[in-house]
C-alpha cells in the first residue's frame, strides 16, 4: 500500500463519489495548485516535491490511466532544479489535467478543480469549513450544425452547493483503511499499481523538463 495520503481526505472521497455518480456529467478537464513559499531543496525540483500527491489524486478521480504529459519549468535559484513546473497529462478517455507546484509562490494554495459538462467542484485544502465547493454551472455542445453561437453551444447556470464533509483525519481513515485490507484480504485505495502510475508520470515529466518540454508518452520514459 502507498501512502497517497489525499486520497483518503474526506472531501476528495466525496469529489469521486460526485464524479462517479455522474453528477458532472462529462468531464472536461481537472487542473490543480499546489503554491507556496518554501521550502526550497537541492536533492529534488519542485515537481519532485510538491506534485506526487495532486498526480495521484487526479488519478484517483479520473479512474483511468495516464497516457501522455509534457511539463515546463524554470530554475531561478539554483541550476538545474525547478523551482516552478507546469504538467500537462492526458489520459486514455480524452480528460487533461494541468498540475502546476511551486515554491516561490507567496500565496499559499493547495486547489484541485475538476470541470465537467453539468458542474464544476472545487477541492480546497486551505479552506477550513469550505473544503468542497460544487457549482452548478456547465456548458454543453450539440455538435450539429447551426446559424449562430448560440445556438450551438448550451450554457447553464445554476445554484452554488457547499457538501457538508465530515471532519476525519486523513492519516487515521487512510491508517484504518489499512488494517482492513489486511483483516479482510481486500485490495488497498492506493496500492502498488496507483503507486507506479504516480512515478511514471512523474519520470514521463521529468523526461519532458529536460527536453523543452516535448510531450513524451507513457513507457517512453
Known amino acids: 500500500m502507498v501512502g497517497h495520503l489525499l486520497e483518503y481526505h474526506p472531501a476528495v472521497t466525496r469529489m469521486k463519489e460526485l464524479v462517479e455518480a455522474g453528477e458532472l456529467g462529462r468531464i472536461y478537464y481537472a487542473y490543480s495548485h499546489r503554491l507556496n513559499l518554501g521550502k526550497v531543496r537541492q ?86 469549513e469550505r ?33 457538508r464533509i465530515g471532519n476525519e483525519e486523513p492519516l487515521r481513515v487512510e491508517c484504518q483503511h489499512f488494517v482492513d485490507a489486511l483483516r479482510h484480504g481486500t485490495r488497498p485505495r492506493s496500492d502498488g499499481r496507483d503507486g507506479l502510475n504516480v512515478v511514471r508520470v512523474l519520470e514521463a515529466m521529468e523526461r519532458s523538463l529536460r527536453e523543452g518540454g516535448r510531450p513524451v508518452r507513457l513507457g517512453e520514459a
Open 43 to 128: 536533492d529534488e525540483n519542485a515537481l519532485w516535491s510538491l506534485a506526487p500527491h495532486d498526480i495521484s489524486v487526479l488519478n484517483f478521480l479520473t479512474g483511468d490511466e495516464p497516457e501522455e504529459v509534457s511539463a515546463r519549468g524554470e530554475c531561478y535559484l539554483q541550476d538545474d532544479v525547478e523551482d516552478v513546473v507546469f504538467g500537462y497529462i492526458r489520459y486514455a478517455s480524452g480528460v487533461v489535467a494541468h498540475v502546476h507546484v511551486s515554491w516561490l509562490d507567496p500565496h499559499k494554495s493547495r486547489k484541485i478543480t475538476v470541470v465537467g459538462e453539468k458542474k464544476m467542484v472545487v477541492f480546497d485544502d486551505m479552506e477550513t
Open 131 to 163: 473544503k468542497l465547493t460544487v457549482y452548478d454551472k456547465g456548458a454543453t455542445s450539440t455538435r450539429a450544425k447551426y446559424d449562430s453561437y448560440g445556438e450551438f453551444v448550451t450554457l447553464h447556470f445554476g445554484d452554488i452547493h457547499i457538501p
